[in-house]
Nanobody, 122 residues
Framework: VQLVESGGGSVQPGGSLTLSCAAS????????IGWFRQAPGKEREGVAC????????YYGDSMKGRFTISRDNAKNTVNLQMSSLKPEDTAVYYC????????????????WGQGTQVTVSS
């Protein structure tokens, strides 16, 4: 089982980034996928979740209207488009996979990627 995030980097406030998560080794189209982030000294928090079918089910309050999650079950990938980025969006971003219903609880996810750093700074 493997989840590999890519697309992180440094961007100025107001800028955009698209993160990608490539999955392999499990039945991707049976799993909900979540994006989480963790800033230094803070707990890991949910960013967005998407059901196996592609129905968008959740965005964190501070992400609504700025982030868009999507998935391509044919390619086993999930993207997170981020715009109007703020310094407080700086964190390591992780994708995770969960069988069954989606959840915002970190402990309910079965598989995790290693994360990709996003830094928003002028």
């Amino acid at each position: 089982v493997q989840l590999v995030e890519s697309g992180g980097g440094s961007v100025q406030p107001g800028g955009s980034l698209t993160l990608s998560c490539a999955a392999s080794g499990f039945s991707f189209d049976h799993y909900a996928i979540g994006w989480f982030r963790q800033a230094p000294g803070k707990e890991r928090e949910g960013v967005a979740c998407i059901r196996w079918s592609g129905t968008i089910t959740y965005y964190g309050d501070s992400m609504k209207g700025r982030f868009t999650i999507s998935r391509d079950n044919a390619k086993n990938t999930v993207n997170l488009q981020m715009s109007s980025l703020k310094p407080e969006d700086t964190a390591v971003y992780y994708c995770a996979a969960k069988s069954g219903a989606w959840s915002t609880e970190v402990t309910r996810y079965d598989y995790w990627g290693q994360g990709t750093q996003v830094t928003v700074s002028s």
